[in-house]
Structures are given as C-alpha cells and as structure tokens.
C-alpha cells in the first residue's frame, strides 16, 4: 500500500512538472493597451486553444498577421487576422482559436510597434489512464 501511495505521489508530482501552465491551457489572454500590447506578448498554446484579445483599457486596434503594422500572410492563421484585420474599439474583448501549428507574427495596423508571438504546438495526447 506505501509503495502505491509513494508512486502515485510520485506520478502526481511529474504530471504537475510537465504543465508549464501554458500548453496545456485551454485558452490564453493577450491585453492591448492604448498604444501597446500590455503584459505577456509571446505565448505558447496548443492546438484547439482559444486565446482572448482583451481590449478593456485601450483604444481602436486592427490586428493582422505580419510585422510592424504590415499585414502579411501566415499559412495556417486563423482568418480573423486576414489582410482586413481583427478590429477593436475600447472595451472589446474577442476570442480566437488557433487550429494549425505554427508560429504566428500578430501585429496592429494602427500601431506598428505592437507585436505579439503565438506559438501553436500540437495538442500531447494526455491521460489514457493504463496504470
């Protein structure tokens, strides 16, 4: 019975080193603020996950994929961040789910200096139960 407990602590306390918090999640958040991206701005996700563009305290942004306020094609971004752009107005928050692997170059067409980095991995195959 101790031998059980121990490696079920054990298993437990591996499982729990293997999450870095961010590729396991479910959804992530990136802020905007007036002028900038506030907080964290390269974010590692897996696929299926939605991340949330949080607009509460800034202003107008367009969102594309690219550089430096230039939109630019990524293969596999989600569509919302087309040539077009993902639009905001103070107080938006807007979600996105990112379904392809890649890294992905977020940038505002309104502030060219706002960049942000989406790394999509593919989702791990966790669980399975066989003990």
Known sequence: MRRFAAFAVLTVMLALAACDGSSSATSSTITLGQGQFTGTTAISVQTGTTVTFDDSAGGPHNLVTGTH????????????????????????????????????HIT?????????????????AQGGGGY
């Open 69 to 104: 306020g230039a939109f630019a094609a990524e293969t596999g971004a989600p569509s919302e961040f087309g040539s077009s752009g993902l639009a905001f107005n103070g107080g938006d928050t807007k979600t996105v789910t990112f379904a392809t692997v890649g890294v992905y």
């Open 108 to 124: 505002c067409t309104l502030h060219p200096s706002m960049q942000a980095t989406i790394t999509v991995t593919a989702a791990s």
